[in-house]
């Protein structure tokens, strides 16, 4: 048999080069817009996703991959090797690890299949399962990478601020009346990961002060492997960010791009903020 496999869901923030060279596969996520319900990068991309989502009153909703999905997803993978690593977004925010699990069982006995919650999504979830991935093309065993990525998933942090409050407010994460005075003083709640789910921690007003707060906690690591700078909408705030990282951390990889669809489900399509992996 090959070497180990490593799957994902499309909420992993992975570029096109990335999932090609180092052969992760990908199960469709499903969002909701309006009345109908896609395959995350399958039946809607993300510039199809972002431009609908200008003309629609509905806020879009993420749900987990189909189990059929993994199944065949887990299937295919098993006529080539007999070891999988599947790493997904966290359960949290949707329960997509335990229909893998559940899709997993379908294999006992023939396909040995680890399923992990990644605690983290979009870039975060990205940068775990590009780890692993690499690893496993290197060469690593099924247990040295399953550790590898228990390892990394401690040292992977995200932090951003919410431009749309309805977001935050239709899933409890703020009060109608936060999100109500918020809008009309365009406050602006700092959100991060916390224990895998979104947690608000801090608020702004000022974009300087938003960024110089994004900035800030960048730099309370000591000892950063990569940042990702993450926006939607919000270029210039975006660029100004970049620069002063860029000046700070010359040696640290930066990754730039907009941030996907399941996460804009989560926090809306104005955000901006950052991803952070500390070295362990």
Do not use: W
């Amino acid at each position: 048999m090959k070497k180990l496999r490593i799957v994902t869901d499309s909420s992993a923030h992975l570029t096109q080069e990335e999932r090609t060279s180092l052969g992760i596969s990908v199960v469709p996520l499903r969002l909701r817009l309006g009345r109908k319900t896609y395959k995350e990068a399958v039946e809607l991309k993300s510039d199809a996703f972002f431009n609908r989502l200008q003309t629609i009153k509905t806020l879009p909703v993420s749900y987990p991959a189909v189990l059929q999905d993994f199944i065949d997803t887990y299937y295919r993978l098993s006529q080539e090797t007999d070891e999988i690593l599947s790493i997904h977004i966290s359960s949290k925010l949707t329960d997509t690890a335990n229909v893998a699990r559940m899709a997993a069982a379908t294999l006992r006995g023939h396909t040995r299949i680890t399923v992990i919650d990644s605690e983290t999504l979009d870039r975060g979830l990205g940068m775990v399962v590009k780890c692993a991935a690499e690893a496993a093309m290197e060469g690593a065993t099924y247990n040295e990478v399953s550790r590898l990525v228990r390892g990394i998933i401690p040292s992977i942090f995200l932090s951003f601020f919410v431009d749309d409050l309805s977001y935050l407010k239709r899933d409890g994460r703020i009060r109608d009346s936060q999100a109500l005075l918020g809008t009309m003083l365009g406050i602006k709640p700092l959100v991060e990961i916390r224990e895998g789910d979104l947690i608000v921690m801090e608020k702004v007003r000022d974009r300087i002060d938003m960024i110089e707060k994004l900035y800030n906690f960048i730099s309370e690591f000591a000892y950063l492997k990569e940042i990702a700078l993450l926006q939607n909408n919000n270029q210039q705030d975006a660029t100004q960010l970049l620069e002063q990282l860029e000046a700070t951390y010359p040696d640290v990889p930066i990754f730039t791009d907009r941030y996907g669809p399941t996460l804009a489900s989560f926090i809306g399509p104005s955000a901006v903020g950052v991803v952070v992996r500390e070295d362990f």
